[in-house]
């Protein structure tokens, strides 16, 4: 198997003028891996400053309500920042200091990861800049708020759809001009090697934990681990824990307005997505016969995505991991139903992850035991849920308040 | 073979110009004049980009133009017989540029046929590098096209003698860090890492990114066989169509 490659997939499809760049990357990476002081360090990090480890939480409510399995949620939505974003993004930081840079820049869709990076670059006295969609910058503004406050610059892009995979590119020209002093954080476990084995090495605390902690309460592993997946960070994260054992992976892929109608991003799921190149690596893209990307869609920003994880390609083609999609209105139906029976507030993104397990638990017996990975919180999309929900309260207050700005 | 053909053109001109514009933009017909205004403007050969809607290692004027061409529905096919048109109406070589999903889709050893079919001399692929295009620079070689190889001023001199081994026609120097389009500093540096180029390959140098005025085409003089103008030339046409890219490469020289 030829290094970063996953099956088929993978690579590394960059620039000459980046090839030293990811040469330095992976050298620093492949050291760090083997070198026990720094996971050691990594795990100390993640324990004082973002909370790890994050509890398993036994939803019992709705275990009692939907019939089924014995459902547990993995908290990552209490990770300093508010998701799983912080333990990639720590990981890098302080690979990024290990390697002498002192500027990092990332791109972001739903937000979660800008805050994470800016967060991290706060932390680690690094300068920052977070390349976001224009049309991401609209929809998510309570994150870029956050990332300025925190001193990052926030670049809103406007070329393509301005959306996760143009900022991605954006994120890639500052990188070709800077790379002496600057990391590029990329956010999920996508994009040329090392990057995706890297991201799912810093993920794989979550899955780690979570078998731990399902030993511990269940004394067996759990039937059905679900999570959801945009590149694919939190779904590896998890299932990495649980990939030696009889545990059937369930990925979660943004079915947007309905697979029938075109606006989703679902690359697997649909049958839509086919093998190609971009973005510096290879995997299901969704893109049409000439080989050109198309517009992906959904409710939740971070799943809005052309591009799966690499690894996730090969473990869908190996049967490893199974793949379905939720439409837009079955997340907020979801997210409703989690909030009002468990008092939990899943992100958009991670309620992908909950309305697929809804759907299927009332078929599951009695003694069965899922996990489903509640990647982020969902405080962040409250301007989108709020709309989605038609909550007139919310309106009133909105227009209430932009009358006082105009006063 | 493209290397012949450049050493040709090489003994009666001491520096080569080849210019670059994207397929489908503005449009198809405009595209065709633009070429005629390059051709009379003395141009001795032009890299076609078909436009991906992922441009990675262009800057804002060009990856806009690749944008605008696609939302004006150009497809795969379309571009190629626009430079199939291009090269059979002029007598100067003609390249195709894209990323590497483009040729993957086709399929690699049909495309390269349809490059080969079309007259089309050789395809740069910025994003493919020699460690991942074994398969479609074969399928390129075998049809007698030329797959180009690109060096940056970061490429080890190890690396270009490795690069190198796999170049054929010529050897596109990128002439700085950074994306198309951007600011160059054509200095002592520039000079010394053309130096490094020369010591690594035999074949024809060619010197893109940043190129702009007569200055930088004198400063390449004696250093590169070719003078790559892409993102400027876009500016010119932007602002006064096909007539003001003429006037533009007619003073470069």
Not at chain 1, 92 to 106: D, E
Not at chain 1, 342 to 358: K, M, R, V, Y
Request: proline content about 5%.
């Amino acid at each position: 198997m030829r290094a970063g490659y996953y099956g088929d997939y993978g690579g590394r499809f960059v620039p000459e003028i980046l090839h030293a760049t990811f040469e330095e990357l992976t050298g620093a990476f492949e050291a760090a891996r083997v070198d026990p002081g720094f996971w050691a360090e990594y795990r100390a990090v993640m324990g004082e400053y973002s909370g790890r480890p994050t509890p398993l939480t036994y939803a019992g409510n709705l275990t009692r309500h939907l019939g089924g399995a014995r459902i547990y949620v993995k908290r990552e939505d209490l990770n300093h920042t508010g998701a799983h974003k912080a333990n990639n993004v720590m990981g890098q930081g302080l690979l990024a200091r290990r390697m002498g840079k002192s500027r990092v820049i990332a791109e972001t869709g739903a937000g979660q990861h800008g805050v994470a990076t800016a967060t991290m670059a706060a932390r680690f006295g690094f300068r920052c800049t977070i390349y976001m969609g224009e049309k991401d910058v609209q929809r998510q503004r309570p994150n870029v708020f956050w990332m300025e406050q925190l001193g990052a610059e926030v670049v809103p892009v406007q070329s393509g759809g301005r959306i996760l995979k143009d900022a991605i590119n954006e994120a890639f020209r500052d990188w070709v001009s800077h790379m002496e002093d600057t990391h590029y954080v990329l956010g999920t476990a996508c994009g040329p090697h090392p990057f995706p084995a890297m991201v799912v090495w810093f993920q794989s605390i979550i899955g780690e934990e979570a078998r731990l902690q399902i030993l511990e309460r269940e004394g067996r592993p759990p039937d059905r681990v679900y999570a959801c997946v945009g590149g694919g960070s939190n779904a590896l994260g998890i299932f990495s824990g649980f990939l030696d054992d009889p545990v059937e992976l369930v990925g979660a892929e943004a079915g947007g307005r309905g697979l029938e109608t075109g606006l989703h991003a679902a690359r697997l799921a649909s049958a839509r997505g086919v093998p190609g190149v971009a973005q510096g690596y290879k995997t299901y893209f969704l893109q049409d016969p000439d080989g050109q990307m198309l517009e992906t869609h959904s409710v939740a920003a971070g799943l809005d995505y052309i591009g799966v994880s690499p690894i996730l390609a090969d473990l869908y083609e190996r049967g490893r991991v199974r793949f379905d999609a939720v439409t837009d209105d079955e997340v907020v139906e979801a997210l409703s139903l989690t909030v009002r029976t468990e008092g939990l507030i899943p992100a958009l993104e991670s309620a992908h992850a909950f309305a697929l397990a809804f759907r299927e638990i009332p078929r599951f017996p009695e003694d069965a035991v899922v996990i489903i990975n509640q990647s982020g919180r969902g405080d962040k999309d409250i301007f989108t849920v709020a709309d989605a929900l038609g909550d007139l309260k919310w309106r009133d207050f909105i227009r209430r308040k932009a009358e006082g700005y105009r006063a | 073979m493209l290397e012949t053909l450049l050493r040709q053109r090489l003994e009666e001109k001491d520096l080569l110009v080849m210019a670059h514009l994207v397929a489908g933009y503005p449009s198809f017909p405009e595209g065709l004049r633009l070429i005629e205004a390059m051709v009379a403007a003395g141009v001795d050969m032009v890299e076609i980009q078909i436009p991906f809607s992922e441009p990675l290692a262009d800057g804002p004027v060009i990856a806009r133009a690749n944008q605008k061409a696609l939302e004006r529905g150009a497809t795969v096919g379309q571009c190629l017989d626009f430079a199939a048109e291009a090269a059979q109406a002029f007598d100067i070589p003609f390249l195709v540029m894209t990323y590497y999903n483009i040729p993957y889709r086709y399929g690699l050893e049909a495309f390269a046929e349809a490059l080969r079919a079309r007259g089309l001399k050789g395809a740069i692929l910025p994003d493919l590098p020699v460690e991942e295009g074994s398969a479609c620079f074969g399928a390129l070689r075998r049809r007698g096209l030329s797959p180009i190889v690109l060096f940056s001023p970061l490429t080890s001199p190890e690396r270009m003698r490795t690069l190198a081994g796999a170049a054929d026609g010529f050897v596109y120097c990128v002439a700085r860090k950074g994306v198309t389009g951007a600011v160059t500093c054509f200095d002592n540096g520039l000079a010394a890492y053309l130096t490094r180029c020369r010591e690594a390959t035999r074949l024809p140098l060619a010197v893109g990114f940043g190129l702009k005025d007569r200055e930088d085409i004198g400063f390449l003089r004696g250093r590169a066989e070719i003078a790559v103008v892409g993102s400027e030339l876009m500016r010119c046409m932007e602002r006064g169509g096909p007539e003001d890219a003429r006037r533009f490469l007619e003073e470069l020289r």
